[in-house]
């Protein structure tokens, strides 16, 4: 028995991590795809991405995971270190742990790597249609369907679509101009990211995600490219002075912030020539996300700090219930009603829980004494423990 595909396809912008994955998804609910890019190749800014179970639930639905293992790095713990002495303060395992408790392990590894593999399977699936350097125009929504705008460098042309899905990233012209929603807000915290060949580094930090947690700043590393080679992430408090929101860093600079940092980590952070800063702005996950045939997805929807490691998983997330609740839809604008109502409140949750970790992370003297003795009497399995609620997250149609 065959199944026809709906008349009119689903309109996604953007073709990140969320836009790619719910392109996947929809496909899979029997929707034709129109996924739309308004850059003329796809290439990730930034370089390391952690994949915790929830998310890979997710990929390994879509039968992505071994592509993805075998681009990725699998740390057997995350480390975590004072910045004032560089005491190890406990220890979260991950590894076989995570793999035996989620049935699913915590990857890492480079933006670019996942990209690519969500990139070709779209391009596998006959019913996407990826369409690069497109800007999107005029939107209506007529009730009954959306018609929109597309521009390219060879013309014009009018789609129409039974839905249209921003997943076009914080600064979405989707929830900004089309559903008159807010602006992303700065945070107050910027990122430096850099990367370094394997070799540099001691065998210990190629085994391990670490985390040093300092005044106003911290630091984040672990391998990628398959171990080949090693990411650094530097969040610190500051404002941000500068006309666009991605620049490369003031390599000087950045380290004069670390100066009184220990000698171990200092050495690392020194290794790179080239560090790259952008501003970490945020979107509040608690306004609307849907409006008849309209919806935001990831970023778009709910932008947040890093300090969880959740904003691809939040996407990836979003995409299989988005794809679960549109098949077989037949009234489209209650399917995204359900899809905010059911996304929403885990997202704020997520959202608030970085906000938490962004305060508890960068405390000063004397703060910082209760934080790292909270830390030091909490054991191994507490602290995973403590993640069970993110990582053990699965969506009905991956269970």
Known sequence: MTHSLPAQPVAVVGAGIGGLTAALCLARAGYRVELIERTEWLAEVGAGLQLSPNALRVLAGLGLLPE???KAAEPATVRIHSARNGRDLA?????PVARERYGLPYLVLHRADLQK???????NT????????ASLGEV???GTGIEAGITTASGSRQISACALIGADGVRSEVRQRVMKGPEARFSGRTAYRATLPASAVSDVLMAETGLWLGPKAHLVHYPVRSGREFNLVALVEENWDADGWSEPADRDALLSRFADWPAEIRAVMEVPDLWVRWALCAVDAGTPWAKGRIALLGDAAHAMLPFAAQGAAMAIEDAAVL????QGAKDIPAALAAYQSQRQPRAVHVQEAASTNATIYHM????????????KASSPERLLKRMDWIYGWRDSSTA
Request: charged share 15%; aromatic share 2%; hydrophobic share 50%.
């Open 68 to 70: 993805l293992e075998a």
């Open 91 to 95: 220890r979260v395992p991950l590894g």
């Open 117 to 123: 593999v969500l990139l070709d399977a779209v391009s």
């Open 126 to 133: 006959a019913t996407i249609t990826l369409t690069l350097g």
């Open 140 to 142: 209506t929504d007529t």
């Open 323 to 326: 794809g679960r609740l549109m």
């Open 364 to 375: 000063s003297w004397p703060a910082c004494l209760a934080r790292d003795a909270v830390l």
